[in-house]
Nanobody, 124 residues
Framework: QVQLVESGGGLVQAGGSLRLSCAAS????????MGWFRQAPGKERDFVAA????????HYTDSVQGRFTISRDNAKNTVYLQMNSLKPEDTATYYC?????????????????WGQGTQVTVSS
């Protein structure tokens, strides 16, 4: 069993930056692909970014490409999402997810573990 705890959300003005962190429990974190998803009020949970177990492969949804960076530190059991040039449309609850596989895709159903989420609000 893996527990995921997100942190780093908050209120920021458009154009600003935030870094989200997701701390994972368990000794097998390095064997999990990790992802970030987000959900705005009244909308479905959408894929944001994913990273393979080694960190060697990353994937982003088009709307955040070039602005967001996903990374991981397996020694610290932590995955990060650096968010730059934030826009009001980035406002959502952001969720960290883990998959028991080398690399996971963009589908939420591919992930086995989820955090509780952290709120990101971008003001215009």
């Amino acid at each position: 069993q893996v527990q995921l705890v997100e942190s780093g959300g908050g209120l920021v003005q458009a154009g600003g930056s935030l870094r989200l962190s997701c701390a994972a429990s368990g000794r097998t974190f390095s064997r999990y692909a990790m992802g970030w998803f987000r959900q705005a009020p009244g909308k479905e949970r959408d894929f944001v970014a994913a990273i393979s177990w080694s960190g060697g492969n990353t994937h982003y949804t088009d709307s955040v490409q070039g602005r967001f960076t996903i990374s991981r530190d397996n020694a610290k059991n932590t995955v990060y999402l650096q968010m730059n040039s934030l826009k009001p449309e980035d406002t959502a609850t952001y969720y960290c997810a883990g998959a028991r596989t080398v690399a996971a895709g963009i589908l939420a159903s591919a992930y086995d573990y989820w955090g509780q989420g952290t709120q990101v609000t971008v003001s215009s």
